[in-house]
């Protein structure tokens, strides 16, 4: 009995291993463009803000919690 185990499953290992393995056909994921200087000349002018006018923007306000 141990033999004919021994036997099946020699036999199913090596019709396992007898197949290729076969990747799915896709196409390639598109690549992220990023950025180039154009863009980077395009972008928005950034508003700075003081310390002074946060300050005048929470007079009368009560304290955060």
């Known amino acids: 009995m141990k033999k004919i185990t021994l036997a099946l499953s020699a036999v ?4 396992t291993l007898n ?3 076969n990747a799915l056909v896709s196409s390639p994921s ?18 700075w803000v003081s310390v002074a006018q946060i300050e005048n923007s929470l007079t009368g306000r009560p304290p955060m919690a």
């Open 12 to 15: 199913c290992l090596l019709f």
């Open 30 to 47: 598109t690549l992220n463009p990023g950025t180039n200087v154009a863009k980077l000349a395009e972008q928005a002018p950034v508003h």
């Open 19 to 21: 197949h290729s393995a």
